[in-house]
């Protein structure tokens, strides 16, 4: 037993499977500065509501802003016997300041301590995150912009489709980071609530301000039931859905990173300081920076499904469970972060081959929607009739082992007279791209405005 532990009036003390076991401050000592800030708050708040003098709230502000010296020096040391960050942080102020420490904890329980500290560390995470997708996302518009003209195939199924261009299929993610950003605004905006003051569920008797804390700690709001202040973690599961959305969307990314990148495909080539060799094969440089993107989304999908299950059947109000939603938090922050440099990282770093996406841009009869679409405005033909003149001409041509881009109107004409007047460039992915002008359609035009248009829309939410 130790005679420090927090609850040794009452208890006498617990075994070492108990300490393995309930011990949080090996992953939670990561709340140490939020930790401090909120305890700084309450102090301040209690002296001014006159719970504690204003001599006692200055020794411990003093006690407390030491600490996090110690602690960002890398001077203390956290003590598993104690538990967890808060109560560490307690007995280091009471080795400093004496008695007067004590009083720290007047109208206060760990269970609103916890969740102010969980709220202020989420609000953090989503401001760093929100500003690395800033950032990704104005690469992607400087990229776009560059090949804004510039022809690549486009597909479904991953069959080839129809011709698009680099700067549009980008913007396609910039959309998707976009959307990600407004997803982490929408989960702070709703986390923005000081849970200071619920104390241990029922709230306090002490004639406390909790608007005052909450404005000490930049919050909106203080929450609005003492029960869910303390026994909410929806703040958490908001950030690690909106996460696990864009982990998808960095999956994606880096799914068409390794396919563009190889030889087959040859639409890119990466940058030689983020590419890894082989033990083996000396020739090898091998694209596992967006392996390790599109594998990073697999834990992150765990963290949320991990924290979902934890929860799901948790009575009101706080129970211990709820201490295992740090490490899902703090493991998902850990790679969404390095998972977004690792994006805009590529992104910088990549080469487009133009002339290859251009040449294969018209490879498997990628115009004959076009062709299709000539002989409706051209010839008058209903759309299913040209549809079906275009299907037989292309199977016409692949039994002579030839494609739209191989042949000529004078040829085409051998299939069908009507072809005769078809102009050339009807068959060129240029003229594709061009004409799709329909609103965020990939014709080049509307891809520069559509880049200066996500530039703008980026910077301003
Ligand atoms: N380490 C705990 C957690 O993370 C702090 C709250 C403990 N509260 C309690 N009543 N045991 O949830």
Not at 296 to 313: C, E, Q, Y
Request: charged residues 25%; contains cysteine.
């Amino acid at each position: 037993t130790r005679e420090d532990q927090v609850w040794e009036g009452w208890l006498t003390g617990g075994s070492s499977l108990l300490e393995e076991i309930n011990a949080s401050v090996r992953f939670d000592y990561r709340l140490a500065q939020q930790d401090i800030d909120g305890s700084i708050a309450h102090a301040h708040m209690l002296a001014k509501c006159e719970v504690i003098s204003s001599a006692e709230a200055e020794q411990i502000v003093a006690g407390l802003e030491q600490i996090r010296g110690e602690i960002k020096s890398g001077d203390f040391t956290f003590d598993p016997g104690l538990e967890d960050v808060h109560m560490n942080v307690e007995a280091r102020l009471r080795d400093l300041i004496g008695p007067t420490a004590g009083r720290l904890h007047t109208a206060r329980s760990r269970n609103d301590q916890v969740a102010v500290d969980a709220r202020l560390w989420v609000r953090d995470a989503i401001d760093r995150l929100d500003a690395l997708l800033v950032r990704v996302i104005e690469v992607i518009v400087d990229r776009a912009e560059v090949h804004h003209a510039d022809v690549m195939p486009g597909f479904t199924h991953l069959q080839c489709a129809q011709p698009v261009t680099i700067g549009h299929h980008l913007l396609a993610y910039g959309e998707m980071f976009l959307r990600d950003r407004d997803r982490l605004r929408s989960a702070r905006r709703r986390l923005d609530e000081s849970p200071l003051g619920a104390a241990a569920l029922a709230g306090t008797g002490y004639p406390i301000d909790p608007y005052d804390t909450a404005r000490r700690l930049g919050f909106r709001g203080v929450t609005h039931n003492s029960l869910d202040a303390v026994s909410d973690r929806d703040f958490i599961l908001d950030y690690l859905s909106a996460g696990a959305t864009l982990a998808v969307h960095v999956s994606r990314l880096g799914e068409e990173m390794v396919i563009w990148s190889t030889p087959q495909f040859g639409f890119i080539k990466l940058p030689e300081d983020l590419c890894a060799g082989s033990s083996i094969m000396p020739q090898k440089r091998n694209p596992d920076l967006p392996e390790l993107m599109r594998a990073k989304s697999g834990r992150i999908f765990g963290d949320l499904m991990a924290l979902l299950t934890v929860m799901k059947g948790l009575p009101l109000a706080y129970s211990r469970d709820m201490q295992e939603d740090k490490e899902a938090l703090f493991d998902a922050a850990d790679n969404l972060e390095l998972s977004v440099r690792a994006v805009e990282a590529m992104l910088r770093g990549i080469t487009f081959r133009p002339e290859k996406t251009r040449s294969d841009a018209a490879l498997g009869n990628t115009v004959a929607t076009d062709v299709a679409d000539w002989l409706v405005a051209e010839r008058g033909l209903p759309f299913r009739e040209a549809h079906s003149v275009v299907g037989g001409l292309v199977k016409w041509l692949g039994v002579q082992g030839r494609e739209l881009k191989d042949s000529s109107p004078s040829e085409l004409a051998d299939f069908d007279t009507r072809f005769e007047v078809l102009p050339a460039e009807v068959l060129t992915v240029e003229y594709a791209v061009a004409r799709r002008t329909s609103p965020g359609g990939t014709s080049p035009v509307l891809v520069r405005k559509a880049a200066v248009e996500l530039r703008r829309r980026n910077a301003e939410i």
